[in-house]
Each structure stands twice: as structure tokens, then as C-alpha cells.
């Protein structure tokens, strides 16, 4: 930092600001008189000797135009120089020596750095279509007809003679009627003396034909004579609309195309470069780094795997154990254990899937079973009255595709020691229903899944989990309304706030597994809290996605472009 | 489920109370219905199916006056007695055993009530009655029926009446035949020999439950002022739940309820009984589960809220209530009662370990190495079909099919995962290859399990693209084996869904755990590409067992 001294000269009394700087290995000191008293924006004095002192920057060195020049590609310092003497497309190619992409791509760029301006005007071309070709190289097929009128010829002899199909011929007589070039003797045709001076001269028409292509709008009134006249006739010459690019060289350019352009410039850096040691010597090309380039994508998890592994370590994070199981089940597991009664709708084939075959599996251990039957038919003996109904163990047996992950926490339950309590669960999966496709409906969904055993767990500590994981999962806000399930009790709808739309999502259900589900799975009367919403309509929420079907659409495009999941 | 009409205005006489439109939505889904919707005068709600006393505008008026504080507690009843008699015949027993009965008098119908009423029939039929096979209910005019009222089981032929709604007298074999609500239910009385009647003292048939009235005697008009009610079953106790949610709604429509005699036999039984039934309150258990912390004097008017009584330590459960199975039950009213909204969230301060699944940890660190690979990962359905999994795939498989799927293209469960990959790959020929894709997902087979299915979790992997070929997939292979530090060989095999020559069986510890190759050109002609793919599918479940 510079510091202000005050020193004494011959007696008199001077102020001055020094600052050191370092030269390479040597130190120097800078200094500046401030006067002879000290001024009081000394702050201010200071700031400005620094910018002062301070050592101009690279960049600020080397002037605009030679940053310029270095960007230029090599086709851009090929095609820049001969811009001053040629503005047309053609010329500029021809003096190059480029292909013509090439060209166009060096002008692009030049334009893109406001070095020229390209005009793109549309011009209309005429040029020689596939019978004029022809006749640029035989002749107009009336000069055929008169060359061949050596003497008197019939029509039939001069087509033959002259070799004119029938179309050429009545053109050709009509033409050269007009011209006064021939007349009839006898049904034969015969040259005039006009006819002998047009064949020794070449008619306007084939002068024109020479000279394309020509533009429309540039033509002399001659040229515009035979175009009108052949314009009429089959196929001789035909019309374009071509576009037109003239360049025109800005200020920048004019004072470019003055400038040597011929500086070797570095393009790719190569393995040769670096190993022989001689790149300090070159300059490289300045790339323009502020160019846009074609789009790469990555190998990426699916969308609907990536938000579902973010679930997942939120339950971890929350202390949850993860529980696995088939997606085929028994319905004594997705059912009956869960206290659904045999004629409860869900059990109905419009809801559910039954597999054909295997139709039925096998039940667990008598013991589980008739602790079960119990429940379901007068409540055992805890103080239900059960549905009140003779429980079927074929009816138990039937085999269903998993219609919630509940069935986990059912198989759990009936697997947990007492003395391990308390203890948390979590699950995520896909769960089924029979149920017709559409943008809100699909047959296959994912829930989460969820069970916490604890002795002392209540309804407030289930709100209290449910809320801490959908914050966690992007929803500030949670509420819960009352539900009604067979197995919880009480039972809760789960509904989140949508900060954006502001709007409720509802996502699923929760409550307390009844006593009538626990009692005979776990042998005791403990407070289960549970909870299995889906999680679909969050996932299809954050990508934006409207119609349920798109997850699972597997569109490449889609896939390939999808964000990541970024909660 | 099912959904009710109020009328606004007779909605809100009934509840006793007018509350502002977005507090009453608030108060209808804070007690557990959902509001549908409100078009004008109609308020459209849906009712939780364990509340089929709610299914009425009476019932649901009800339960919400009591809500809002209008009228709470129990309600009170009256049941005259008729003196008139329904008898049982034992020849019932085989067929539909059980009956309760009631008489309600003095209703003005008008033909909103017959509306009013014929929905709520329906509504019970269709849920608390499963169909009409757990409970039937018949309401009948009472003036044109001469009791005593006979219940009993006929010969089908020697049934003849006119059923409601059709043009002339039929038998009831007939009926399951000819007459639509007969043919809608015929599975009901189906390997009957005898069909169940109620038949009145003229011996006039009056109906043939659970199928049909009679067009005579058990239909409703504008002039019925009494009718006769009757509920029938298997299940006495549900049969009078449903009997009682009738007529107690019949009761708010301004009805006199009048008691039947029942004589089933010597036993003889007066129906409805709208006797409030006591279930024990423990207070404990109840703020134990709700994490609260109530006095019993609070306790007793949040259940009073739900329209119960609280004596000496019981609740007094009203007789239509068809849900109360254990204490728990009226627990959660309390809950309901005191308001969710209200409950303060609590995350307990207890210890648990969090842990991951190995094997899903293990499919994890699969997708993250193909990711690597530039591989993109596609999720299909696990139901597919036969065209899919087999015929494009010039295969076959033993698969698993589900009864009466709705889509009939994803009616079996997909037995590998290739075909998911390269129905993907067909629908995605308008994009820029390489199409390098990859699933991780569930396959199922015939196995020995408890469902007699075995699941296994297998990874498919195909690259689509004109440069592919068996180097390019063997290369995945090998890399995945190498960064899973796994030796496999590879053996030859024959699949007809690749090329002779160019297809393997990839070994790991003496276990097969992969098939990998080209595929035919036959089965990419089959689904309708032009590029090459090679393909791989891994047993990850079995490569996790053996690592």
C-alpha cells in the first residue's frame, strides 16, 4: 500500500506518497509529491496513484484490431484479402480457389464479426434448359430447316433431311414463315432470297442462347426480344429465382484487407507442437469461445430412477431400514393380512390383478394363518368384532400382482423381533392395478412405503415424518385430511402445497395400522405408524411432465434432453 | 367411491346451521368426505365407504350438524310398535336365511324423496350390501300389502308376478332370464333349487330378493305415505345396520318408525332395534395414540361432536353405525373431531440406524458404470404381450398371463428384458443414432417360491447403431466383470433371437448368468429397424448371489 512521508528539504517541509513495486527481482520505489501541505482527499490521492502505477494489463496492449486479426480462421484470411477487388460469390470462389461451402462459411463468419456485410438479393437467371442445350450444339431446328432446302423439298423430306420430329417442324415453318424466309410452290417448300441471307447470319435467338445465363432484369432490348420469342417455345431456356450475395467490406474490414493477414497462427494445438518445444514462438488463433456448439448427451439414469434414488436417501438420512419383496404376491399377503375382507371391491378383477397361472400359492404357517382367520371373522379376542364374515383360505391363495407396497410392510411386520424395537422401514416400488391407460391413469405406479414400530409412536409423530420427508422431497408445506383404508385407523389423505400453482397435490395415504393388522403379525398391540403414497405425481411435477404415459414412454429425445433431477 | 346430492337448501334445514361456502368445503373435507363439486343448488360429495349411514342427505346432514356444533350428541329415535308380523319360513335357511324389517309411515312423497330414496337403496346395495349379496332391501307401499307378511323359498316355476317395470306376469326362473335387473343378479340364485319370496296374506308376491319387486306391490309413488322395509342376508347384525341407516333417514325425511314382529320359528325378534350399543373407552390408549393429551370431559365433547354419547367411562355408539369394530375406530373420530389440522407435528427422539438394501445398492453402482459409458437408462412396463415378448422376438418363452387385463397389450408379465429394449428402439428410429441403451428390472418365471413365481432382477443392455457389433457388447461385458472384479467365460450357444455363430452364454462361477449377441436380422426386420443391435441381458440377481 502507498504511505505518505513528510521530508525535510533544505529546511522546508514537503509532503510525498511512495509506493514499492517489484521489477522483475528488483524492488523500486515510486513516489509523488503531494505539495507542501498535506491534502485532504488523501484516500482519493491514493487510489489514483495505484491506477497510475499499475502495470498495464496484456490485454490492454495489444489493440482490438490484431485480436481480431489473430481470431480469424484460415478461411477467413483466405477469403478476406481478395474481398476489396471482388464482391460476387463466383469471383470470390474463383480467386480463392475454395469450395464453395467454404467460401460461404468464411463470409458467414466475417459477418458474424461485423467485418462485411453480405447483401442476399434474388435475382431472377435465365438459362438454357434441355432443349436449348441441344440446340447450342445442333443449331435451331429452323436453321436445320433451312440448310436443308437445297432445293424443293416436300415437309416429309425436310424432316427427314433436316431430322426434325413433328413438333420442331411446325415451329420451324411457322418461324420462318414470319421471317418471310420461305414460300410454298406446289406443296413444296422452297428458300427465299431472305431465307439465304438469314442462313448466313446468326439470329438473335441464337446469339441469346450463347450468352446465358443472363439476368432478367439486365437484358438489352435485343436480348429481351429473343427471350420473349423463346420464352414461348418448348423447353429452350427456363427462369430461376437465385439468390444473389454481394459483399460489401465494413470500416473493420477495409482496415482489415489493408493488414498483413499472412501471420502463421496456430490452429490445433498437436502432440508435434508441444514436444518440439517451439509453441512460445507462435501465436495461436483466438477462438471465438463465446460460439455456440452442437449438443453432446451423456449416458444418464432414467429420470423416474434418479428421483426415486433421491427418495430413497431421504428415508436414510432419516434413519429408515429399506425392506424389499415380490411384486407377485398372495392376496393372503396384500389382502388378507392387511384386513381386507374377501369381498372388499379391490378384490374384484377390475381392480386388481389375479395371475392366471399359477393361479394360487401357498399360505404361510398354520398359526399365521388362523390368527388371520380370526381377525377377519369375530375380531379374535382384542376387543373387535371383526368383519363377521367365514374367512376362505382359497380365496387367500389367489395370486395378485402387489396392488400396494403395503404387502412389504404386512411381510415385515410378521419378520421383526420385539426385541429390536423401535424400529423404522421404509420401501419403494411399483405397485399394480387393472385399470385403462390414459394421460391421469396408468397400470403400473410407484409408491413409497413406510412403517415406523414403536411403542410409544402416535398420530403427531406420523405427521411429523410424513412432513419432514415431502420438505425434504421440495413441499414446504404438508396437510392431512381424514381417509379411510382398511387397515390404518385413524387414517390419513396426504396432501401437499404446490408453491408455484398454488394449488394442494394429493399424493396418498397414511394412518395407523389397526389392531386387528398388527395384533396377529407381530403378536402384540404396538402402535405401527404407516404410510404408502405415490410418488409419480411428484416426479411428473418437477419435469413438467402433463400425461402420466410420457414416464415411461422411453423417448429417446426425451431421455437424452431430460434435466437431471436437482430437488 | 360412492358420491351423494345435497340440495343445498333442504341440505342446509337439515344440518341447522348456514355456513359460508369455502368454510363449509373446509368443514366437508375436514371430516372426511372429499367435495366433489357444487353446480348451483347441488353440492356433489363423495363418502368413505366405511360410512354408508352417510350416503343420504338425512345421514350426511347428520353427521355434519353435529360436526359444525349445531346439534351434537346422540339422536334420539322413537320406534312405535306395529303389531304387525313378518314370518320366517325355515325353507329359507338354504337360500337367504336371514331378514329385518321395518314400517316408516307418514311420508310426503314427492318425487324428488322417491328419487331421494331409490338412490340410497342403490348405494347400499352397491357398497355396505356388496352387490346386493350380503344385503337386498326392498321398500314397498304398505297400504296395498295385507300382513301378516311371509318370508319363504318357492319353486322357481311356482313364482308368477309382474316385476317391476315390465309388461306381464313371469316365473322366476323367468325373471333371471327376461328381466335385466334378473339377469343382472341371476349369479346370486344360481344352483338354487328354491328362490327366497316375500309374499303377503292375499298371497301376493312381493318380491324376489335380491332380485326383483313386484310391479303391483313393491313400487313407490307420489301417493305412498307408509312403506314396508325389508333387508335380507346372511348376516343378521348386518342386515339390521342397514336396516337402521334406512330408517333413521326416513326418520329425518319426517317419518314414524314402526317396529315388525320377525318369527323366525319359535324365536321371536323385533326389528329395527335402534338401541345405541356401549363400546369401552380406554382414555389412556386414546391420548397415547393421538399423542394428546385430553381430559375426559373434553374427550366426551369431541365424541359428542360425532354424534356419541359418553357415559361412565362408555360410549354410546349410534345404531346406524356400521364401522365401529374396535375402540380404534372411535378413536379416530375423536381425532376427526378435534381436527387434523390441529395436531402438531412431533419427530420423536429416538435412535434407528438407516440402511440401504445391498442388493438395490448393488444395482446402483451397475447403472452409475454403464452411465459412464454414455449409455442411457430406459424403464419399461413389467407387463408386456405375447407379440412382444416372443413372436418379434422369434422366441418362446413360458409366461405368466393375468386374468381379464383391461389392455390386452400388456396382459403377461415380461419373462426378459430385451424385447422391453427393443420395443424402445422401434419407437425411436426418428432420432439420431447410436441408440445405446440399458434396464435394470424385474422378469418373471415359474419357479418354487410361495406364489409358485420366481422373480429375478436381470440387466439388458443394447447398442443400436450401423457400427455395432459382438466387440462392442463384449467390451461392456468385460468392463462391468473387470470393475466387479469377476472372472467369466463365455460359452456358445444357440438362441433363436440372435445369429448362429454370434451368440453366447456368459459363465460365472459355474453359474450361467448371461446371454449376449447379436441379434437376428429376422427379429429386427420384426420390429421394423433397419439398424444393427447387439444385445446383452444379465442375471444380476443370480450374479449377486454368487459374488
Known sequence: MPYVKKLKIKGKEYWYMFHTVRDGSKFRKISKYLGKILPENIEQIKENFLKEIKKPKIEDKIDNTTKLIESLTPLERKVLPVLKENKELNEIIEKTGLQEVEVMRALQWLENKNIINVKK?????????????????????????LQSLTSELSLGEIKNKANLNDDELTISLGQLKKKAAITFVDKKVKITEQGKKLLKK????????????????????????????????????????????????????????????????????????????????????????????????????????????????????????????????????????????????????????????????????KELMDRIKRMHENGGSIGSTGWRYPWNSEEARKNVIRTHTTVLSAQTLAEIKKTELPVKFFGIGKCFRNETVDWSHLFEFNQTEGIVVDEDANLRHLIGYLKQFFKKMGFPEARFRPAYFPYTEPSLEIDVYHPVHKKWIELGGAGIFRPEVVIPLLGKDIPVLAWGPGIDRIVMDYYKIKDLRMLYKNDIKQLREIKTWWK | ???????????????????????????????????????????????????????????????????????????????KKSNEKVIIESSVKDVRPYTACAIVKGIKFDNEKIIQVIQMQEKLHVGYGRNRK????????????????????????????????????????????QHPAGREYAHLLEGKKKFPVFIDSDNKVLSVPPIINSHETGKITEQTTDVFIECSGFDFEVLNKALNILVTALADMNGEIF??????????????????????????????????????????????????????????????????????????????????????????????????????????????????????????????????????????????KVKKAVNNDFNILRTWIIPSLMKTLSENKHYDYPQNIFEIGEVFTKGKTETGI????????????????????????????????????????????????????????????????EVSPKV???WDLTMPIVALELNLSDLFDTI
Open chain 1, 121 to 145: 438479393d434474388l435475382q431472377e437467371v435465365i438459362s438454357l434448359d434441355n432443349n436449348g442445350k441441344k440446340y447450342l450444339k445442333e443449331g435451331l431446328p429452323e436453321r436445320k430447316f
Open chain 1, 202 to 365: 446468326e439470329s438473335l435467338e441464337e446469339q441469346f442462347l450463347k450468352k446465358l445465363p443472363l439476368d432478367v432484369s439486365k437484358l438489352e432490348p435485343e436480348e429481351k426480344f429473343a427471350y420473349e420469342s423463346l420464352k414461348k417455345r418448348k423447353r429452350i431456356i427456363k427462369t430461376n429465382l437465385i439468390k444473389i450475395r454481394t459483399v460489401k467490406l465494413e470500416k473493420l474490414g477495409e482496415e482489415l484487407s489493408s493488414k498483413n493477414l499472412k501471420t502463421e497462427l496456430v490452429e490445433s494445438l498437436t502432440p508435434e507442437i508441444i514436444s518440439k518445444n517451439n509453441w512460445d514462438k507462435k501465436t495461436f488463433r483466438r477462438y471465438d469461445i463465446k460460439i455456440n456448439v452442437p449438443k453432446i448427451y451423456g449416458g444418464k439414469r432414467h429420470f423416474v430412477n434418479q428421483a426415486l434414488d433421491y427418495a430413497r436417501n431421504i428415508w436414510l438420512e432419516m434413519g429408515f431400514k429399506e425392506m424389499t419383496g415380490s411384486i407377485v404376491q398372495t392376496s393372503f399377503w396384500n389382502f388378507d393380512a392387511l384386513y381386507t375382507p374377501q369381498d372388499h371391491s379391490v378384490r374384484e378383477m377390475q381392480d386388481t390383478f389375479f395371475i392366471e397361472n399359477p393361479e394360487k400359492g401357498q399360505l404361510p404357517k
Open chain 2, 1 to 79: 367411491m360412492p358420491t351423494v346430492n345435497l340440495n343445498k337448501k333442504e341440505f342446509e334445514k337439515l344440518v341447522g346451521k348456514k355456513l359460508p361456502l369455502d368454510k363449509l368445503k373446509d368443514r366437508i373435507s375436514m371430516l372426511g368426505t372429499d367435495l366433489e363439486d357444487i353446480k348451483g343448488n347441488e353440492i356433489i360429495v363423495e363418502v368413505f365407504p366405511d360410512r354408508p349411514d352417510m350416503i343420504s342427505e338425512q345421514g350426511f346432514a347428520r353427521a355434519l350438524s353435529s360436526f359444525i356444533d349445531a346439534k351434537t350428541g346422540l339422536r334420539e329415535y322413537k320406534v
Open chain 2, 134 to 177: 350380503k344385503v337386498a332391501i326392498g321398500i314397498y307401499p304398505f297400504e296395498k300389502i295385507k300382513t301378516p307378511i311371509y318370508y319363504k323359498a318357492l319353486d322357481p316355476e311356482k313364482i308368477k308376478f309382474r316385476p317391476l317395470e315390465f309388461p306381464r306376469e313371469i316365473n322366476g326362473r323367468q325373471i333371471l332370464s
Open chain 2, 259 to 400: 317396529s315388525m314382529e320377525l318369527n323366525y320359528g319359535n324365536k321371536k325378534i323385533t326389528t329395527p332395534d335402534l338401541r345405541s350399543s356401549m363400546i369401552n373407552l380406554d382414555l389412556k390408549y386414546t391420548n397415547k395414540i393421538l399423542g394428546l393429551n385430553l381430559k375426559e370431559n373434553e374427550i366426551k365433547k369431541l365424541l359428542e361432536k360425532m354424534g356419541y354419547d359418553y357415559k361412565n367411562k362408555k360410549v354410546l355408539v349410534p345404531a346406524y353405525r356400521a364401522d365401529i369394530m374396535h375402540q380404534i375406530d372411535i378413536i379416530e373420530d375423536i381425532a376427526i373431531a378435534y381436527g387434523y389440522e390441529n395436531f402438531q407435528e412431533e419427530i420423536p427422539n429416538i435412535s434407528t440406524i438407516g440402511q440401504e438394501d445391498e442388493f438395490e445398492i448393488f444395482k446402483r453402482r451397475i447403472a452409475y458404470l454403464l452411465t459412464g459409458l454414455d449409455l442411457l437408462e430406459a424403464s419399461n412396463y413389467h407387463l408386456t404381450g405375447e407379440e412382444f415378448l416372443n413372436k418379434k422376438m422369434n422366441f418362446n418363452s413360458d409366461f405368466i
Open chain 2, 454 to 517: 420366481k422373480e429375478y432382477c436381470r440387466l439388458g443392455v443394447t447398442l443400436c447403431d450401423k457400427e455395432a457389433n459382438f466387440t462392442k457388447i463384449k467390451q461392456i461385458l468385460d468392463y462391468l466383470f473387470r470393475m466387479l472384479n469377476l472372472e467369466y467365460t463365455i460359452e456358445d450357444t444357440e438362441h433363436s433371437s440372435f445369429i448362429p455363430g454370434r451368440v453366447g452364454r456368459v459363465i460365472v462361477k459355474n453359474q450361467k448368468v448371461a446371454y449376449i449377441g
Open chain 2, 524 to 526: 429386427i426386420t420384426n
